[in-house]
């Protein structure tokens, strides 16, 4: 029965025996240490090769961080997807029909991620073309912050109060993008109301010197103040002042405390809302108006 079991051919007029047979074991345990070591090899060369091209990026100041670590992933991956052909050819796979296998599983499985796969386009597109960059402090669909990191599938931020925002690729790249750090100049504005009583040419040299007395406004280009509202209580200046894009926040939130404080120091007034109630006058207080 055994010998019987043994002679039983199997694929190709390989038996059970030879499959079984010292030799056979020896060749296998062969290309199973060799695939291992294979593996080992490109996982550690993989991780090697990408972070050195992503620190390419790093080290120098003129090169793309989100760029090479973007290219450095790749090539991770590349590496182990050579890795893992070269061990299915140590066990005598045919790499052809695999790839031809993959090809159609990867069809399959692309229709049925239709959503992640444009979240990957998306990444790809955001990363060569860069309308964001990794530190950028940004506005993406109605989310504010910044940008922490830019992978494949998603767009991490930092929000305000340090809250994790996670974007899909696809409602970044989709959705209109507001950069407050990609040019290295900022214009601040203000808008000032005073009274109608107050004197107009004061009241703008006061709000511009105080305003221009911070040593964070440039002069050039050149500031711009003027009267653009007549409202129900106040006559409003709109103020415009460069600065630098980094101080562009504290800058703007600093002076309107101190033009307040400078315009109470001018006697100036700041009008706020008033409204006169009348009651109806009834019984006795009605008549002795009448007469």
């Not at 050579?82 to 005598?92: M, Q």
């Not at 504005?189 to 004197?199: D, R």
């Not at 404080?261 to 409204?275: M, N, Q, S, W, Y």
């Amino acid at each position: 029965m055994i010998e019987r079991l043994l002679a039983m051919q199997l694929y190709g007029g390989v038996t059970l025996g030879s499959l079984l047979s010292a030799e056979f074991l020896l060749g296998f345990a062969g290309n199973l240490v060799a695939a291992t070591l294979i593996l080992l090899a490109g996982y550690m060369l993989s991780g090697w090769a990408s972070r050195r091209i992503a620190g390419i990026g790093g080290r120098n100041p003129h090169l793309d961080v989100t760029l090479f670590s973007f290219l450095g992933n790749v090539i991770r991956y590349v590496i182990l997807a050579f890795a893992l052909i070269i061990v299915l050819n140590t066990f005598g796979v045919r790499t052809t029909s695999v790839v031809a296998v993959i090809g159609a599983a990867g069809l399959a499985i692309g229709l049925a991620l239709q959503g992640t796969l444009s979240n990957v386009a998306a990444g790809v597109m955001i990363v060569f073309f860069r309308p964001i960059r990794v530190g950028d402090f940004v506005q993406i669909a109605d989310q504010m912050g910044t940008v922490k990191n830019i992978n494949l599938n998603f767009t991490e931020m930092a929000s305000i109060g340090n809250l994790q925002i996670i974007i899909p690729n696809a409602q970044v790249w989709g959705n209109i993008i507001v950069n407050y750090t990609a040019y290295p100049l900022r214009r601040v504005e203000w808008t000032f109301g005073v009274s109608y009583g107050a004197n107009l040419k004061r009241a703008e040299e006061v709000i511009l010197s105080t305003i221009m007395a911070d040593p964070r406004a440039m002069a050039e280009p050149a500031p711009f103040i003027q009267v653009t509202a007549l409202m129900d209580f106040s006559v409003d200046f709109m103020v415009r002042v460069w600065c630098k894009g980094d101080d562009a926040w504290p800058f703007q939130v600093d002076s309107v405390r101190h033009v307040k404080e400078a315009l109470d120091a001018a006697g100036i007034e700041i009008p706020f809302p008033t409204r006169t109630i009348f009651t109806p006058m009834t019984g006795a207080d009605a008549r002795a108006a009448a007469s």
